[in-house]
């Protein structure tokens, strides 16, 4: 069962100047989307999965269910109308473990993504609900056997390159 996938942060429309950084509500909706599309996904792979897979998408669902619930009370103090959940979201086409386990890892990425959004917030608070967002999905998608990105939140096509600094000085040091 597939449906439109959840907007991605890239996505979104801002509604505050690039120079202000992404609008609280908006960062904060795109952030529940994910939310909302995780507890979804992690509810199907928990009941295809066995074992420690099972385990780890039931602890992974209820870590984004209390997610998706502090963000609704971010929308609220803000007078903002929480996004609601879509009818259904895309899944993966089988129930092999490894498919699985991918689709774990996208979910994570899409809550990294949508985090790193919020991160950009000038709300210190928002700014540390987002650090901890995405330090928490980062460490979910390792546990499901994805790597540490360089630049965790950025879509692949679109992280920043490093500098040639960063590169070395060709001295061969």
Request: aromatic letters at 4%.
């Amino acid at each position: 069962m597939t449906a439109t996938p959840p907007r991605s942060p890239a996505e979104a429309s801002p509604s505050a100047s690039s120079d202000e950084g992404p609008d609280e509500v908006s960062a904060l909706q795109d952030a529940l989307r994910a939310a909302h599309a995780a507890v979804y996904g992690y509810t199907y792979i928990g009941a295809r999965s066995k074992g420690d897979d099972r385990d780890r998408a039931g602890r992974f669902m209820d870590a984004h269910r209390a997610q998706r619930d502090g963000l609704r009370e971010e929308l609220v103090a803000r007078k903002a109308r929480p996004a609601p959940t879509e009818a259904a979201y895309p899944l993966p086409e089988s129930d092999d473990p490894d498919e699985l386990r991918r689709h774990a890892r996208s979910l994570e990425e899409t809550a990294a993504q949508s985090a790193l959004q919020l991160a950009g917030v000038p709300t210190g608070p928002l700014r540390e609900l987002a650090a901890g967002a995405l330090q928490a999905a980062v460490a979910r998608s390792l546990e499901w056997g994805g790597g540490l990105p360089a630049f965790p939140g950025y879509a692949k096509d679109a992280a920043p390159s490093p500098s040639p600094a960063a590169e070395g000085d060709g001295s061969g040091d």
